[in-house]
């Protein structure tokens, strides 16, 4: 699966979460940001940033 970080357009490597799916939270190793699973599509991932009440 290929998921592109939306703040930072680096790819997210998803090799260690084998289980992921819809609502997942992860966080972005390049940039650190908490990115929340929104669909899979094929080998897609689709995330929406998550707004930590900064
Ligand atoms: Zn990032």
Redesign the pocket.
């Known amino acids: 699966m290929i998921l592109i ?1 939306p ?2 357009k ?1 790819s997210v490597d998803l090799t260690a979460y084998t289980d992921l799916d819809v609502g997942h939270v992860m966080e ?1 190793e ?2 650190g ?1 908490s990115l929340e699973v929104n669909s899979i599509d094929d080998d897609k991932v689709k995330v929406e940033i998550v707004d930590e009440g900064k």
Do not use: Q, Y
Request: charged letters at 10%; a negative charge.
């Open positions: 970080c703040e930072c680096n972005c390049m940039c940001i």
